[in-house]
């Protein structure tokens, strides 16, 4: 079987990113997938949620906002599934 990796591109929805990692978190995946949040620079706190509630998610911040391309590649280049899915939160 395929592992998944899921990218999640975010920035100030702190809110909105921790109740759909709360869904993710709900649903069955295999051991071998994965999930990595890309902060593009948020100033809400999201990057500390993320490491607080959900340790298990790969966390890339990123100082500054540097565009959904950049954090997708950022994303992408971290990840090491078969499959890999972008979600912009």
């Given at each position: 079987?395929?592992?998944?990796?899921?990218?999640?591109?975010?920035?100030?929805?702190?809110?909105?990113?921790?109740?759909?990692?709360?869904?993710?978190?709900?649903?069955?995946?295999?051991?071998?997938?994965?999930?990595?949040v890309?902060?593009?620079?948020?100033?809400?706190?999201?990057?500390?949620?993320?490491?607080?509630?959900?340790?298990?998610?790969?966390?890339?911040?990123?100082?500054?906002?540097?565009?959904?391309?950049?954090?997708?590649?950022?994303?992408?280049?971290?990840?090491?599934?078969?499959?890999?899915?972008?979600?912009?939160?």
């Amino acid at each position: 079987m395929s592992a998944l990796s899921i990218v999640i591109v975010t920035r100030d929805r702190r809110e909105e990113l921790t109740e759909l990692l709360s869904d993710l978190a709900r649903l069955p995946f295999s051991a071998d997938d994965e999930f990595a949040v890309v902060d593009n620079g948020s100033r809400d706190g999201t990057p500390e949620r993320v490491r607080d509630r959900f340790p298990h998610v790969r966390l890339i911040s990123r100082g500054k906002n540097c565009g959904a391309p950049a954090a997708r590649n950022a994303g992408a280049a971290a990840t090491r599934g078969d499959l890999l899915v972008f979600r912009r939160d």
